[in-house]
Nanobody
Framework: QVRLVESGGGLVQPGGSLRLSCVVSVSVFTFSNYAMRWYRQAPGKERELVASISAGGGVTDYADSVKGRFTISRDNPKITVYLQMNSLKSEDTAVYYC??????????WGQGTLVTVSS
């Protein structure tokens, strides 16, 4: 069974930065054939899509709320997808999750990583 392990969250002040990582327990071959996505879920809100990256890494897309501040990337040999978050705002506070983007999040969800932006 596929396992997603997110890490890198924490408490950061407004304007600060964090880099999230998501390691996927699949083969390099499999990982290299899946688009990947980062989602987030804030308290009391539904999970929302934050960023997407194509299987090869050449195409990315972002929610309007994070465009210009967040950067998604991937390292296929390391079966890892990253989310670099800069200029963080209080409204970015949420649990962040990764999942595959080929079938709209069909892999079992991981535990996520909590990002708290507060002074």
């Amino acid at each position: 069974q596929v396992r997603l392990v997110e890490s890198g969250g924490g408490l950061v002040q407004p304007g600060g930065s964090l880099r999230l990582s998501c390691v996927v327990s699949v083969s390099v071959f499999t990982f290299s054939n899946y688009a990947m996505r980062w989602y987030r879920q804030a308290p009391g809100k539904e999970r929302e899509l934050v960023a997407s990256i194509s299987a090869g890494g050449g195409v990315t897309d972002y929610a309007d709320s994070v465009k210009g501040r967040f950067t998604i990337s991937r390292d296929n040999p390391k079966i890892t997808v990253y989310l670099q978050m800069n200029s963080l705002k209080s409204e970015d506070t949420a649990v962040y999750y990764c999942n595959e983007g080929r079938y709209g999040g069909s892999w079992p969800w991981g535990q996520g990583t909590l990002v708290t932006v507060s002074s």
